[in-house]
């Protein structure tokens, strides 16, 4: 029933959502630690600017991001002279613009699991000779893993959503840049409503479920953990 | 040794004063005098201090030098236990092990010491308050610190663990120092013999408990002025009726107690009101306990009683009397006196 360029589709999204999903991973705990724990003036600031993808229409986002992305701009002439490639309508361009778009969703969670953990467990963790890096992993890391499951499930989740930053800046070539979003479109105004349907609900079913096990499983979990 | 002057402007604090490293030494203070926080900085966890701070001769802070908590091998047990919630007992406990060196118990030992052996793989919210704080202090010890700093450890605790832990601790202040923060005249009178006396953000005084509670210059005196602790030895029981014989310095005494006890010690507190001061032996009483003892010093307490300080041999004992009786009597320092206990009341059978 699915075509080649829709199998190509869901490779790519697979894909791009997996490796944001990493790279925020190692982004994201340092920067959520920053923001729950830092007192400088400048901090509302960064915490704005990273919540920013949130309220902001996508197409605003991808609108900056295409100007940002042109070979004469300072990012992507910096890019092309690195690579010999250009951003726009690129997958490179396609994963810094889901870094973006998906950045707060891994962020905001590890940041509230951040700010609710007791200071009281690290200063035990320091009477118990562990260092700060020893302290995150033998301790932090492992009182808010699901937290960080959470996370990585949301920045995965809306990384395979987005749609209008695409849009703006990848375009539609199957196997580069065309995610499952923009093909569920393009079947639409085909219409091609067979495929169509069978795009969207299966994207409809991966976010419920998703969902359900945040809300369901972790939420559960990370609160047992803060008041046992 | 420990030697500190350490200073915090805002809320005012300032600790200064040297402890030997030997044995255990309370740390004894009103509510908000700054006791966790006198043990707060000297763990490093304060991080607000300003001035010096040396352990056995090393500098673990001063202008330019502090050393992390992580680095001063000291090992804490909060006022609350603290266990890590996504651990079971027994994760909780092995992870204190890993930065240890030559910790003196195993985990196996001090399960079967503190009584914890079936709870290894329970976690800490499957465990009761007292179940929690005996695992924390397992905790503390296995980290094989130089110096346990205890923050009211057996205060939230049932009976039965706090009859478990007071005579451990007492052993274990023979194997690691301990500065041990209580509100209790009598685990202090059990376990310490150095007392650090914080009074208002500062250190009023550091000597033996004995000394600190009489001293009338000290903020403490108020403690004692409601009595004092005496320990009583060579108990014997008479099964007649239903007493203990025992001895306070020498002198024989008789406490009422229901059954027999397997102590051969215990202490007893005396209420400075329920002390009867005579010049001469009473022929006919139903008082059963009277002590020859030395007045050693009368104060004022208000206009219409006074304070006696009387010894025994080595133990003190108070009396409140009206000022009416202090001057009928003629009492002076120095004087041979008798003291009548109207009542007493025994402390823990534990003791």
Redesign the interface.
């Given at each position: 029933m699915l075509s080649e360029w829709d199998y190509q589709a869901v490779f790519l999204t697979l894909k791009l959502a997996v490796s944001a999903t990493l790279i925020l991973l190692v982004i994201s705990p340092p920067l959520a630690w920053w923001l729950s724990h830092s007192k400088r003036f400048y901090r509302p600031f960064i915490e704005a600017l990273v919540a920013l993808p949130l309220v902001l229409p996508p197409t605003v986002l991808g609108f900056y991001l295409l100007i940002s992305f042109s070979p004469d701009s300072l990012l992507g002439g910096f890019w092309l002279s690195l690579t010999g490639d250009h951003l726009a309508f690129s997958f490179s361009g396609l994963l810094i613009a889901s870094l973006i778009y998906s950045l707060p969703f891994v962020v905001q969670p590890l940041q509230s699991a951040f700010v609710n953990l007791?200071k009281?467990?690290l200063?035990?963790?320091?009477?118990?000779?562990?260092?700060p890096v020893e302290t995150f992993l033998?301790?932090i890391f492992?009182?808010v893993?699901p937290s960080f499951i959470i996370a990585a499930a949301l920045g995965f989740a809306h990384t395979i959503g987005e749609f209008g930053v695409v849009l703006m800046i990848g375009g539609n070539i199957p196997g580069e840049t065309q995610v499952l979003s923009i093909a569920l479109f393009d079947h639409v105004e085909t219409l091609q409503y067979r495929q169509a349907h069978f795009l969207a609900f299966s994207l409809l079913a991966f976010s419920m479920l998703l969902l359900m096990l945040i809300y369901g499983v972790l939420q559960k979990r990370q609160k047992?953990?803060?008041?046992? | 040794m420990l030697k500190f002057n350490l200073l915090k402007p805002q809320p005012f604090l300032h600790f200064q004063g040297e402890l030997p490293l030997q044995g255990a030494c309370a740390v004894f203070g009103d509510s908000g005098a700054g006791k966790t926080s006198f043990v707060r900085a000297l763990a490093g966890l304060d991080t607000g201090f300003s001035g010096f701070l040396n352990c056995q001769g090393k500098a673990w802070q001063n202008e330019g030098v502090f050393i992390k908590t992580e680095k001063r091998n000291i090992g804490m047990v909060f006022q609350e236990p603290r266990l890590f919630p996504h651990l079971d007992v027994q994760g909780n406990l092995q992870l204190a092990c890993i930065k240890a060196k030559n910790s003196l118990y195993s985990i196996k030992q001090l399960a079967e010491l503190l009584d914890f052996s079936a709870l290894l793989s329970k976690k800490s919210h499957q465990l009761s308050g007292g179940q929690k704080q005996r695992i924390a202090i397992a905790r503390a010890i296995l980290t094989a610190p130089d110096l346990l700093i205890m923050d009211e450890p057996l205060s939230s605790l049932d009976q039965h663990s706090r009859a478990l832990l007071l005579p451990f601790i007492k052993t274990l202040s023979q194997q690691i120092p301990l500065l041990y923060i209580s509100h209790s005249m009598q685990e202090i009178f059990y376990l310490c013999d150095q007392m650090v006396l914080i009074n208002q953000g500062k250190i009023e005084a550091i000597g033996s408990p004995q000394a600190l509670f009489l001293d009338a210059r000290l903020s403490l005196v108020k403690h004692a002025h409601s009595g004092l602790l005496l320990s009583v030895e060579s108990l014997s029981w008479d099964a007649q009726f239903s007493l203990v014989h025992g001895f306070v310095d020498g002198q024989a005494v008789v406490l009422a107690q229901e059954k027999k006890s397997r102590e051969t010690r215990l202490q007893i507190k005396v209420e400075s009101k329920d002390v009867i001061i005579a010049t001469e032996r009473f022929n006919l009483s139903s008082l059963q306990n009277c002590l020859s003892v030395t007045i050693e010093a009368i104060e004022p307490l208000s206009v219409n009683s006074a304070l006696l300080t009387l010894t025994i041999g080595r133990q003190k004992l108070l009396a409140k009397i009206t000022m009416k009786s202090l001057n009928e009597l003629k009492l002076k320092k120095n004087q041979s006196v008798f003291a009548y206990i109207k009542a007493l009341s025994i402390l823990g059978d534990t003791l």
């Open positions: 007791d009281g467990y200063e035990v963790a320091a009477t118990l000779g562990f260092n033998r301790v492992p009182m893993l047992r953990l803060y008041h046992a | -």
